[in-house]
């Protein structure tokens, strides 16, 4: 299974404000490793499924090389991927800004056997086209409540 880490904070851990609404609102390190040899490219859905209205997406990238195995802080992604636009309407990653109590955000990281080549519109349409394509993934669990450090 694929291993996904962040040296800025732990499994079910707390997300440093940093990486928030509340702070610079930048995209924390993030770190994958296991990637199987077939992969064709990588992709990162983030993704909060404690919002009222249903899983909000923060950040989803596609097309990262299978050869590229982290993204550093500040969400600097190789040239040749993709940036959807986040449920936010930023092509861009969109901090934890949780209404009403604690919620959880999934860093999920994908090895797919195919390119996806082009910007998805939404996640259902990036959900839809790696159907059958996934080679393998995991995911990196934290949780963030506004106020806390």
């Not at 928030?20 to 990637?35: E, K, Q």
């Not at 950040?59 to 802080?73: A, G, K, M, S």
């Amino acid at each position: 299974m694929l291993e996904v880490t962040s040296p800025a904070f732990q499994p079910d851990g707390s997300i440093p404000s940093k990486y928030t609404c509340d702070g610079d609102g930048i995209s924390p390190p993030l770190n994958w490793s296991h990637v199987p040899d077939r992969t064709r490219s990588v992709a990162i859905l983030v993704d909060d499924p404690d919002a009222p209205n249903g899983p909000f997406t923060h950040w989803l990238v596609t097309d990262i090389p299978p050869d590229v195995d982290h993204l550093f802080e500040g969400g600097a992604v190789p040239h040749e991927a993709f940036v959807a636009e986040s449920d936010a309407g930023t092509a861009s990653y969109y901090g934890p800004c949780p209404v009403g109590g604690k919620h959880r955000y999934r860093f999920h990281v994908y090895a797919l056997d195919m390119p996806f080549a082009r910007r998805p519109d939404n996640r259902e349409d990036f959900l839809s086209t790696i159907e059958g394509h996934v080679l393998d993934e995991g995911e990196l669990i934290a949780q963030y409540k506004r106020g806390q450090a």
